[in-house]
């Protein structure tokens, strides 16, 4: 996949609890996050919560990538992966067994995991490449 999607990375969320967490670093330039997924590793209990993704960089505003999203109706289990709604002229929203390829271009800063009221845990992966010589993307 590295040859097509770019370098595989994942960190861990520990329990999704009221702030945000988070989950990757940029550096030294401009990269292109290609695909990004949730794998629930512990069930994830309906409570009315909601999940959202931001970029927050260095410098500049800070952006919505994924919308804050309800997960649905009944509780999403352990091992279930929640990818994303095709989007339209606002951030996409997750989806259980939704699409995950995306085109996200993220400065130097951090990508956060947003979860309100929510429980449980999860992996997010993503693939990256650089658009910038010299650019990273390591789990936080």
Do not use: C
Not at 11 to 21: E, F, P, Q, W
Not at 58 to 76: E, I, N, P, R, Y
């Amino acid at each position: 996949t590295k040859a097509v999607l770019g370098v595989h990375v994942t960190k861990a969320s520990g329990t999704l609890a009221s702030s945000a967490i988070p989950v990757f670093t940029v550096a030294g330039g401009q990269v292109m996050i290609t695909s990004m997924y949730l794998l629930v590793t512990t069930s994830i209990t309906l409570d009315a919560g909601t999940v959202a993704l931001q970029n927050n960089p260095t410098t500049g505003d800070t952006v919505t990538l994924v919308t804050a999203t309800t997960l649905g109706t009944t509780d999403v289990l352990a091992g279930t992966v929640i990818g994303l709604t095709q989007g339209t002229t606002a951030a996409s929203a997750f989806l259980v067994g939704g699409r995950h390829d995306i085109g996200w271009v993220i400065p130097v800063g951090q990508v956060e995991i947003l979860p309100a009221s929510a429980n449980g845990a999860v992996t997010i992966g993503v693939t990256w490449v650089p658009l910038t010589s010299g650019a990273t993307l390591v789990a936080a």
